[in-house]
């Protein structure tokens, strides 16, 4: 699969649009060690999610320490089905609410674990990701099919 086939973009659609219209259900999203409550597409997600990823964090199950990537499914009830979060933690922020590049270490993980477990496309958030290029990312997730909004 080429970049080009991998890469999913689209600048005029939003979370709910990913949620409930385009059916994606696996989400690849921050979280920092010192925010709470969690910003960006991982705190729109958590309240689409009655709590689960605060949830998480509150009980230490997820730190948001760098490097860490951990696997939070969230059932939703008024579409009977289960969504797939996989949390990339980012350290400490210095900054509520600005967002650091994700680590190649970090996005070779999170690749082994998507292509291990056949995910059909995975969807994040450009801003979160502080993404300069989403190309670039496309190539370090090789074999990801990518649905990146802004």
Not at 15 to 34: G, I, M, P, R, S
């Amino acid at each position: 699969m080429g970049t080009a086939e991998a890469l999913l973009q689209s600048d005029d659609l939003t979370l709910d649009d990913l949620l409930f219209q385009e059916e994606q259900d696996v989400f690849a999203v921050t979280a920092y060690a010192n925010e709470r409550p969690p910003g960006g597409m991982a705190g729109r997600l958590d309240w689409r999610f009655q709590g689960s990823l605060s949830n998480a964090l509150r009980s230490g199950a997820i730190t948001g320490k760098e490097g860490e990537i951990t696997y939070l499914p969230c059932y939703r009830s008024a579409q009977k089905k289960t969504f797939h979060l996989f949390v990339i933690g980012q350290g400490a922020s210095d900054n509520f609410g600005v967002r650091k590049p994700v680590s190649a270490e970090a996005l070779s993980k999170l690749q082994k674990n998507l292509i291990s477990l056949k995910i059909p496309r995975l969807g994040l958030s450009r801003s979160d990701w502080a993404l300069t290029s989403d190309e670039g990312l496309a190539r370090q997730l090789k074999g990801v099919p990518l649905w990146i909004i802004p």
